[in-house]
């Protein structure tokens, strides 16, 4: 024991040269100042106050905007209606974006809902058609269960019921009204006695992706709107109501589409009702200006590269001094270099993200940023995590310093396997096929640590690296880096002789 604390002493003594020293706080000053100054040059851009986004009953920010015909439902009770059309316009798509065309997105939804109110945010069930993934039953905007490929046409309506019995709503679907197959059930704690059921429609942005760098792709959205036909609503365990009440969830019939052409609404004629919206009902996305907190981290690929090029300088640094003692390097000698590398760099890193990510959000905040929620363990795994994944990344150049024993080689395997994988992904400049393997398959997985964006495959979003979203979990990530560090340290320790020696700092 006392010999393997003074080795550590004594690498510990040869590190701490005032050019590394300095090369580790010039680390953590590149993280914390492009942190700070990315966040001071974002700023909502609102007339007055920036409305709150609306957040669900789990916190979490969420997207509730939809047309709503609606009345009250008792604890127990159910809806029944037939959906017998749905249609949509989607404007401007590409080649050409010069027209305007019918025609529904994939996530265009109509159907029936059962929810705490109308305030955005509430509770709900919802059992509805979509526009390109069939039946659906949706419920507090994270769940989402398939129901039938069917769509719906004149020819081929579909009947829709949600059931209430207390906090549970259950919801069935049907071809002809009299055969119901079960689609789920959702469990809404809390529901108070009375809520508002009724008929809703709504559509998400019609997303497409514009080519640029060398195959990547920058985000384009545009304004949809969908509408869907209901007859034969039936209604048990609500109360005598005179007609429905007309209401929109969230803000509607503010584009020139809507003004000009046709609103978003609810309209009964002819013992029909047609409801017509625009939005989405489901998880919050960034692309209405929420930010995630990793955005912090912009100056994280300086501080990489300032923390790869002192960890092969050290691994090397013995190799460049003359030596007549035996071995430039023993066995136990390269373990204490890692330990200490590794021990230093994560405090480095501790200190960059602990101070730049509440540092930054805090900023964000005050320029009327909302900053997207993440529990205390995602924000800690955030700040451990990515300090871990930088020790991991400087114990790995150093041990490529000790293979290859040339510097400047050293440094251009460790950048171009750690440091270039992360940066060009962080960009739209390559198609999101090669930038996913390269964070699947070179030491760069590791930077997964940093994410706390989630992939909904119910909502319309660019699930790419460019965008923030890393094709492994987290643990997936760092046991990629976790490998390639273990194996090649391994590789370098089984070339070199055993013994300690006392070697001349350096």
Not at 210 to 219: F, S
Request: proline share 6%; charged share 15%.
């Amino acid at each position: 024991m006392h010999a393997t604390h003074e080795l550590l002493r004594r690498e510990w003594t040869r590190f701490r040269r005032p050019a590394r020293l300095i090369a580790m706080v010039a680390a953590v000053l590149a993280v914390v100042a492009v942190g700070l100054l990315h966040a001071a040059g974002n700023r909502a851009s609102c007339d007055g106050p920036c409305p709150a986004d609306p957040t669900g009953p789990d916190g979490s920010l969420v997207n509730d905007q939809f047309s709503f015909a609606h009345r009250d439902l008792g604890e127990n009770g159910s809806i029944t209606a037939r959906l017998t059309s749905m249609t949509g316009t989607i404007t401007y798509p590409p080649p050409d974006h010069d027209e305007i065309v019918p025609g529904l997105v994939p996530w265009a939804k109509a159907g029936i809902i059962i929810k705490d109110g109308v305030g955005q945010g509430s509770s709900y069930a919802a059992l509805m058609v979509t526009g390109g993934h069939g039946v659906r039953m949706q419920h507090d905007y994270r769940h989402d269960v398939a129901g039938s490929d069917s769509g719906v046409s004149a020819g081929s309506p579909r009947w829709l019921r949600l059931t209430r019995s207390g906090d549970t709503v259950t919801g069935h679907e049907s071809a002809d009204g009299k055969r119901w197959t079960k689609v789920g059930t959702a469990l809404l704690s809390g529901l108070p006695k009375t809520v508002r059921v009724g008929l809703f429609a709504t559509s998400p942005g019609d997303l497409t992706l514009r080519p640029t760098g060398l195959g990547g792709a920058t985000e384009e959205v545009r304004f949809t709107q969908a509408g869907g036909v209901f007859d034969r609503v039936a209604l048990k365990g609500a109360p005598p109501a005179k007609g429905w009440s007309k209401d929109t969830v969230g803000e509607m019939n503010r584009t020139d589409w809507e003004k000009y052409h046709k609103a978003s609404g609810v309209v009964e004629a002819n013992g029909t009702i047609t409801v017509t919206g625009t939005g989405d009902i489901g998880p919050g996305a960034t692309e209405g200006g929420a930010r995630p907190l990793e955005r912090a981290l912009g100056g994280l690929s300086l501080g990489l590269v300032v923390v790869l090029v002192v960890a092969v300088r050290f691994g090397t640094s013995a190799y460049r001094l003359p030596r007549t003692d035996g071995p430039p390097v023993t066995r136990r000698e390269l373990a204490a270099k890692a330990v200490v590398v590794g021990g230093v760099t994560f405090v480095t890193g501790l200190v960059a993200v602990g101070t730049v990510i509440p540092a930054g959000l805090s900023i964000l905040e005050g320029n009327g940023v909302t900053v997207l929620e993440v529990s205390t363990f995602t924000g800690v795994r955030v700040v451990v995590g990515t300090a871990a994944v930088l020790a991991l990344a400087a114990v790995l150049a150093l041990t490529l310093g000790a293979l290859l024993r040339r510097t400047w080689l050293a440094l251009v395997v460790a950048v171009l396997t750690i440091a270039v994988p992360y940066a060009v992904t962080s960009f739209p400049l390559l198609a999101d096929g090669p930038a996913q393997w390269l964070l699947r398959v070179t030491p760069a997985a590791g930077f997964a640590a940093q994410q706390t964006l989630v992939e909904f495959p119910q909502v319309v979003a660019h699930y790419a690296p460019s965008a923030g979203y890393f094709p492994l979990p987290w643990w997936a990530g760092i046991a990629v880096l976790c490998t390639y560090t273990a194996m090649l340290l391994g590789l370098a320790l089984s070339r070199l002789p055993q013994g300690e020696g006392s070697r001349p700092l350096g």
